[in-house]
């Protein structure tokens, strides 16, 4: 049951464009700021939402298209919403129950199929429980379950793990790209977290502003982030612009020089370790030097990161020491330099 | 929350709260005048007069037919209403109001208007299948679910608001067609405003008189239900048997209210 996938959803006030294949068995990661259009993007898939352009075919049955719309509860999907929505009124075996019921099982198979999802997932004591009497990372798994029960074509998942505490979150995430592993539809994941998309998906989609900005194995996205939301999620600087010969002149009217020649358009990306703060205008090498004022201080594992506001918008990490003899505090004009051989550029 | 913004804001002021007991006091003396003046000695006698008794009989067999009626016609309705979009919704609402604010004398000339065996509907009625209306048991009914249909309507589509739209997408995504998540999911949730709204409902409708006592008439034992036979009592002198009656009615109306409070409002209010 393969997705292919290549429709327009306007909705007031903004377009999203999908262009999505995606083979039986993938787990495609959707990641990208707020607004960027995942959740229409999953919502059309779902048929929550109709498409004003284009198609929506799984397994070669067409779903959605500007005259065609198979409604939601005639899609084979699962979808787990952020906020699990079980239903309050009914146990956690009737919840996950309630798919197969509606699909014409039979109420004692129904209840068989759900105790046997319930099983897999390991939380078969939870059966009677009511949705209020569950911790976060039991309502989400019950609600993966639930989703899984009605044996769709496509899962859908929205954020699975951003209501979760970082050990709840972990141990979900492990046991999520298990069951994704073992799913033979397509799997698509929207995502906040570096830490999902690198677990879960096999591969990642980038969307922002409505438009998908990239694509490739997270591994991929990581190394080449292409816009600031993922940059910022796999903790690199970014700047864009204009590259001749190995210097990128940038539309803030500085550059950054790396050590590769290339031209173009382009992006360069950087960690924030590979940032040095100064007090002063640094001697020797004038390349690659900005002035601006520092916006934030927060402690980042064992170092600092400090956040600047320069010509491009910066994240440097720091040693507590440097912290002391630079005495930063919000507001405190700084320079800042990274090395060119640390700045890797890649064509826009 | 009182506690503190009494704390923090002062006493409230001596006019605010004379003018407040006063209409605190005028809607409870009366109440208490009708509790002092009851005929407690003859109490059961008056209760088990033959007209007492047809009345109670009468009155509790119309409304909860009324209720009934309400309840199957005013839900579905209060469904459109909450969960589907059409132009002239908000016209709608505004008829279905209309019996709320409307004297009920008026709705009663109106149902004769309508029904009435020279009505808009009821000629019809007449001639296709020889059926009257008025001045019947189920005129009593009509009339007391055209005054109460509106309670109904619109508390259950309050509650159909309040509780979370998503939870329909969660249903129509497992398979569930739209009548199914009505059927175990829309309804099961909206279940305590259904019964607050059927409550209310029903309350209304024991209390009916004056759209009743005009598209029903006044016939002891088919149309004269309790407030129609506590008027009638009062008018030809038996006051006890009127205050015994209305006794009945307002200890019905204090056990709605408390029940309301206690098991729904509250919750409403959560």
């Not at chain 1, 550059?255 to 002063?280: K, N, Q, R, T, Y």
Request: aromatic fraction near 6%; include cysteine.
């Amino acid at each position: 049951m393969s997705l292919h996938a290549d429709f327009v959803v306007r909705r007031p006030g903004h377009t999203t464009t999908v262009e999505l294949i995606a083979e039986a068995g993938e787990v495609v990661g959707l990641i990208g700021p707020n607004g960027a259009g995942k959740s229409t993007t999953l919502r059309a898939l779902a048929g929550l939402l109709p498409v004003d352009e284009g198609t929506i075919t799984v397994g070669g049955v067409l779903w959605s298209s500007r005259d065609t719309h198979v409604p939601a509860n005639e899609r084979s999907v699962g979808f787990v919403f952020q906020d699990h929505l079980l239903f309050p009124h009914l146990s956690v075996l009737d919840n996950v129950a309630f798919g197969p019921r509606s699909v014409g099982v039979h109420r004692k198979q129904a209840r068989a199929r759900a105790t046997d999802w319930l099983d897999r997932l390991s939380i078969s004591e939870l059966a009677q429980r009511r949705p209020r009497e569950l911790s976060g990372g039991q309502a989400q798994r019950v609600a993966i379950a639930r989703a899984l029960a009605r044996d769709p074509a496509m899962l859908l998942l929205d954020e699975p793990t951003a209501s979760l505490d970082a050990s709840g979150a972990m141990a979900l995430r492990t046991q999520l790209r298990e069951h994704l592993r073992a799913f033979e539809g397509v799997s698509i994941v929207v995502t906040h977290t570096a830490l999902d998309a690198m677990v879960i998906t096999d591969r990642l989609v980038v969307l922002d502003q409505g438009e998908i900005v990239q694509g490739g194995t997270p591994a991929e996205v990581a190394a080449r982030p292409r816009t600031q939301h993922v940059a910022a999620l796999v903790g690199l600087n970014l700047v864009r612009g204009k590259a001749s010969d190995g210097v990128i002149q940038l539309d803030a009217g500085t550059a950054v020089v790396a050590g590769e020649p290339i031209s173009g358009p382009a992006f360069a990306a950087f960690s924030p370790g590979a940032v040095s703060l100064f007090g002063e205008r640094p001697a020797g090498s004038p390349r690659n030097v900005w002035h601006g004022r520092v916006t934030s201080v927060s402690p980042h594992g064992d170092a600092v990161r400090v956040q600047v506001d320069a010509a491009v918008p910066l994240l440097a990490d720091i040693t507590p020491a440097a912290l002391a003899t630079l005495d930063l505090r919000p507001g405190s004009p700084i320079w800042a330099s990274v090395k060119a051989t640390e700045v890797s550029i890649y064509r826009d | 929350m009182t506690r503190t913004s009494l704390a923090t804001r002062g006493r409230a002021p001596l006019g605010l709260t004379v003018a407040a007991l006063v209409a605190l006091l005028f809607l409870v003396i009366p109440v208490v005048a009708i509790l002092v003046r009851a005929p407690w000695a003859s109490l059961v006698d008056d209760l088990t007069s033959a007209d007492a008794r047809d009345a109670l009989r009468l009155s509790l067999q119309t409304t909860l037919l009324s209720t009934a009626l309400c309840i199957f016609f005013g839900v579905p309705l209060a469904w459109l209403l909450a969960r589907t979009a059409f132009r002239g919704r908000s016209l709608v609402r505004a008829l279905v109001t209309l019996p709320l604010v409307l004297p009920p004398v008026v709705g009663g000339i109106a149902l004769l208007m309508a029904f009435g065996r020279d009505g808009l509907v009821g000629k019809w009625l007449d001639s296709a299948f020889g059926v009257t209306l008025p001045f019947t048991l189920a005129a009593v009914v009509m009339a007391q679910t055209f005054v109460a249909l509106p309670f109904l309507v619109i508390s259950v589509e309050g509650a159909f608001r309040a509780s979370d739209e998503r939870y329909d997408d969660a249903a129509a995504t497992l398979g569930a067609t739209r009548w199914s998540t009505f059927r175990r999911v829309t309804l099961p949730l909206a279940l305590p405003g259904i019964v607050a709204g059927a409550v209310l409902s029903w309350a209304r409708a024991l209390g009916e008189f004056g759209a009743t006592v005009t598209f029903a008439g006044n016939f002891p034992g088919t149309t004269r239900t309790m407030p129609t036979q506590i008027y009638v009592s009062f008018l030809g002198g038996n006051l006890d048997g009127a205050v015994a009656l209305s006794l009945v009615l307002i200890v019905v109306a204090v056990f709605v209210l408390a029940s309301l409070r206690e098991r729904w409002l509250s919750g409403a209010a959560r």
